[in-house]
């Protein structure tokens, strides 16, 4: 919670300095659909900054809200030019600004899939593509106005998936049901995407993932975090910007030997306060306690030793029926700890499943 207000602070700073005319939030509000309630206490917080500093809203729900909770007090938070587009209820919803360059249509798009938008046409809705065809044709877009979507969908660039991350619990692929392609985008100047964490354009640099805010596990250690500033001028000049976002605490990789572990340790002292994720190239038996003392925040410790991997946390094994049960100890052990059964190990086992026991 400290690091998600810490970042909701820098947005509202970026707000200050920015002086925007609109804040788009393109869905993923909450990782569930009934979220924690210190959760929603922070977000109606942020809300109420943004509005209080006279910056209109636009969001939209993603697959991991629920639509309906969203939605709940919509009316009522238009007047304060905080629009939320919860659940899908047959079309996009369109929001008219305008400014020295003329108007400007602004589309909100909750996620959707074809079982969600079947209810609302006669036509025969037979993939994701034909839904958002027909959603588009319902909104009657004029492709020569200036027009932005806010949508939280996978979308796709001549078949080429959009690269992903570990966190994600979802994830594309050719013909899924939530993957669309982006040639039907056309009309629009700019689309603003959610669902994926990592920041990426989809083909045109104006369809455009902002990514998350914040690292959500180990696989997005690498990524860089920031907001995009877009500012839309006459039709077809879009210029497009981003702005980082500094964690509170990173979130680092960190692979080697105990000793090497240690050095690094002892040379970057912002590794204490860090989530860090460890990966041992060597067998150490029982490292978590040697390695709380270095940081404050494990998410995890891993061997790689001979090709081997294990992971402390959590073993997984295969299980096959008609394998001995030595077979099986074995290959726990060779998870855990990256090393093969000596000889005298496997006599030992031998014994203690035959039910001769008795040795050590």
Avoid at 2 to 31: F, N, T
Avoid at 130 to 156: C, M, T, W
Avoid at 264 to 288: C, K, M, N, Q, W
């Amino acid at each position: 919670m400290e690091e998600q207000k810490d970042m909701l602070d820098q947005i509202l700073s970026a707000i200050d300095r920015e002086r925007p005319d609109g804040l788009i939030i393109a869905g993923d509000v909450y990782d569930k659909s009934v979220p924690r309630e210190d959760a929603v206490s922070m977000f109606s917080d942020f809300l109420s900054e943004a509005e209080s500093r006279g910056c209109p809203v636009f969001m939209i729900a993603g697959n991991h809200d629920s639509g309906r909770r969203l939605d709940f007090g919509d009316s009522i938070l238009r007047k304060r030019n905080i629009h939320i587009l919860g659940m899908f209820k047959g079309g996009m919803e369109r929001i008219s600004l305008s400014d020295g360059f003329g108007d400007l249509n602004i589309y909100l798009l909750p996620y959707v899939k074809p079982s969600l938008v079947r209810p609302f046409f006669e036509e025969e809705v037979d993939g994701p593509d034909e839904a958002l065809r027909l959603i588009l044709e319902k909104a009657g877009v004029d492709p020569s106005s200036r027009n932005v979507l806010v949508s939280h969908q996978f979308y796709l660039n001549a078949d080429v998936l959009p690269e992903q991350r570990g966190s994600e619990t979802s994830h594309a692929c050719v013909g899924g049901l939530d993957c669309m392609s982006a040639k039907l985008l056309d009309p629009f100047d700019y689309v603003a995407l959610g669902h994926i964490h990592t920041a990426q354009k989809v083909g045109r640099e104006t369809i455009r993932y902002c990514g998350s805010p914040l690292k959500y596990s180990l696989s997005e250690a690498e990524d860089e975090k920031s907001i995009t500033i877009v500012s839309l001028f006459e039709k077809g000049n879009v210029r497009i910007e981003s702005i980082p976002i500094v964690p509170l605490r990173e979130v680092r990789r960190l692979r080697g030997t105990m000793a090497s572990i240690r050095k690094e340790a002892a040379s970057d002292p912002g590794l204490r306060d860090a989530y860090v994720g460890i990966v041992l190239t060597e067998h150490v038996f029982e490292p978590e306690k040697d390695l709380r003392c270095l940081f404050d925040r494990i998410l995890s410790i891993e061997f790689d030793v001979q090709n081997r991997r294990s992971d402390s946390g959590q073993i997984t094994i295969d299980i096959i029926n008609d394998k001995p049960p030595q077979k099986l100890f074995e290959e726990f052990y060779g998870k855990y700890t990256g090393r093969d059964l000596t000889v005298y190990q496997r006599e030992v086992i031998d014994d203690v499943i035959s039910g001769e026991g008795g040795r050590l």
